[in-house]
């Protein structure tokens, strides 16, 4: 389908991103014409516009998700329509009708949640880790983030005595991040420098590494909030940066913040000495990691998926 982006402010691809809706709305709705779905699902992003379009114009019910805090433009735009909208967080239940609004969380990997019946010390053993050492996991996405990485890489001599760090580099950043964290380590002795291991990207290890870890350090992106809920784990976040005004991270970040459960680092802010007072401040203190990993739990919606699949279908035989 032919959708293009759309922005909250003006500029040369929003215009041509308005222009190519109209097209995406014949698409969408030829699509729904010709397969007859019971129900459409949207989770935002600028296909979701022509998408929900064209289920409402052939009668067909609309289950609108929103996964962010703040609702996307395309959320915006649908939401009047929808059926039903169902939101991950609580916050985010004033942006739309309450009649029609429920907070059914976000659908976290099986992996994840079957992590939950493993201990850290055993995941860590899993990954072949010291298993009594915390672990500090860094991970800036699937394309990782350079800044993350190179904060994190000045570091090192400060927190490999503390901790041990597993950083997730992005597969494009792992050379340079390679070559930063042996600049940094290059005085320390051999037994400080193996508590460091740097991959370019976990898949199917990664639930074990979430699991292992004692505190993790990341971005803020919705999914990645509702996999430390659901396995209770303290975080640092360093939301990504908007274009313009407040990005969609930085909303998430402040919720996780305002209740305890994560320590939230702007972007810009994020420096050496800042980021090792944060990360010691907190493996240092028992009492502080147990709060904050009760107050990220009170997030966690383990059963999301089946809540989601089941409204779909309750919308579907109406």
Avoid at 166 to 172: A, C, N, R, T, V
Avoid at 174 to 201: C, F, H, K, N
Avoid at 262 to 291: G, P, Y
Wanted: net charge positive; hydrophobic share 45%; aromatic share 4%.
């Amino acid at each position: 389908i032919k959708a293009g982006k759309l922005q909250r402010y003006v500029s040369w691809s929003t215009v041509t991103g308005v222009a190519r809706v109209p097209v995406g709305i014949t698409q969408a709705v030829g699509i729904v014409r010709k397969f007859r779905p019971d129900a459409v699902f949207t989770s935002g992003g600028y296909v979701s516009v022509p998408a929900g379009l064209a289920a409402r114009l052939n009668g067909v019910p609309l289950l609108m998700h929103n996964q962010d805090v703040p609702p996307l433009l395309s959320n915006r735009l649908i939401a009047p329509i929808a059926t039903r909208i169902s939101v991950v967080f609580a916050d985010s239940l004033s942006y739309f009708p309450a009649r029609k609004t429920l907070q059914l969380g976000n659908p976290v990997r099986q992996e994840i949640l079957d992590m939950r019946k493993v201990s850290p010390q055993q995941a860590r053993r899993q990954l072949e880790l010291d298993a009594e050492l915390p672990l500090l996991l860094v991970t800036g996405g699937s394309q990782g983030a350079r800044h993350l990485n190179q904060v994190v890489c000045r570091t090192l001599p400060d927190l490999l005595p503390y901790c041990q760090v597993l950083q997730i580099s992005g597969k494009l950043l792992l050379q340079e991040t390679r070559e930063l964290s042996e600049q940094a380590m290059a005085e320390l002795d051999a037994g400080l420098r193996q508590r460091y291991r740097l991959v370019p990207y976990l898949n199917e290890e990664m639930p074990a590494a979430l699991q292992a870890a004692g505190l993790v350090l990341c971005r803020s992106g919705a999914a990645t909030l509702c996999e430390l809920a659901v396995l209770g784990k303290p975080s640092i976040l360093v939301p990504l940066p908007p274009a313009i005004g407040i990005s969609p991270q930085e909303a998430n970040a402040s919720m996780f913040g305002r209740s305890g459960a994560a320590q939230v680092i702007k972007d810009t802010d994020l420096k050496r000495e800042l980021l090792v007072d944060r990360v010691k401040s907190i493996f240092t203190s028992n009492t502080l990691l147990q709060s904050m990993a009760e107050a990220v739990r009170t997030f966690a919606r383990p059963d999301a998926t089946q809540d989601i699949v089941a409204e779909v279908m309750r919308i579907a035989s109406t």
